[in-house]
């Protein structure tokens, strides 16, 4: 697979996050901090959704044959469930790690509840974090591919975190139900993967 990482607008100056200091550390988000000094105020992360039409754009001009997913994380997950139910011909799967109603003003149930495009679902095993999975998933009117850790006696950090755990047995049955998933976005074995279409000089 080819992945972009791309950096939104929204979630502070740095890629790792304490939830208990509130304090990111990391590489800096370029994005934010851009977004940051243009708006004189910190981004919201319902204008973070105004990205995804610019990072979808940059992923079909470099791989204009190849199928196309959208990985979120916490507030990202939830931002491309949204996506993918606004835009159902715009991406050919979603992989969603921990979504809730973590975007203030939205219902991420409602926006969500017509998602057809096909999705791996998954969260953390903490309370809170299967309570935000279970209430999304009772208002979907089509049921995605779901692996709830605690449901089945597993552990699981909040978003992708989990994929990262040291070596347990939720993080080996994450790693399989995700390669599972996956196969949505392999190409036939008719059709070999695109090579990058390099930008006009």
């Not at 044959?65 to 939830?78: E, I, T």
């Not at 399989?176 to 059709?191: E, H, Y």
Request: glycine fraction near 10%.
């Amino acid at each position: 697979f080819h992945v972009l990482a791309v950096d939104l607008r929204y979630g502070g100056e740095g890629e790792i996050g304490n939830r208990k200091t509130k304090e990111r550390t990391g590489t800096r988000n370029e994005t934010w901090s851009s977004a940051l000094a243009l708006l004189g105020r910190e981004p919201t992360a319902v204008e973070a959704y105004g990205d995804f039409p610019a990072i979808l754009a940059w992923a079909r001009e470099l791989y204009p044959k190849s199928k196309l997913g959208l990985v979120g994380s916490s507030y990202s997950a939830s931002l491309v469930l949204v996506w993918g139910a606004e835009h159902p011909k715009s991406v050919d799967a979603l992989y969603a790690f921990s979504p809730g109603e973590w975007i203030d003003g939205w219902s991420i149930a409602e926006k969500t509840k017509h998602l057809s495009v096909p999705c791996f679902f998954t969260c953390g095993s903490s309370g809170p974090d299967t309570e935000q999975a279970k209430k999304l998933l009772a208002k979907l009117e089509t049921r995605p591919t779901v692996y709830l850790p605690a449901d089945e006696g597993q552990d699981g950090l909040h978003g992708v975190g989990s994929l990262h755990m040291k070596c347990d047995a939720g993080r080996t049955e994450l790693w399989k139900r995700l390669d599972a998933a996956l196969t949505w976005l392999r190409p036939s074995p008719s059709s070999p993967p695109s090579a990058p279409t390099p930008s006009p000089k």
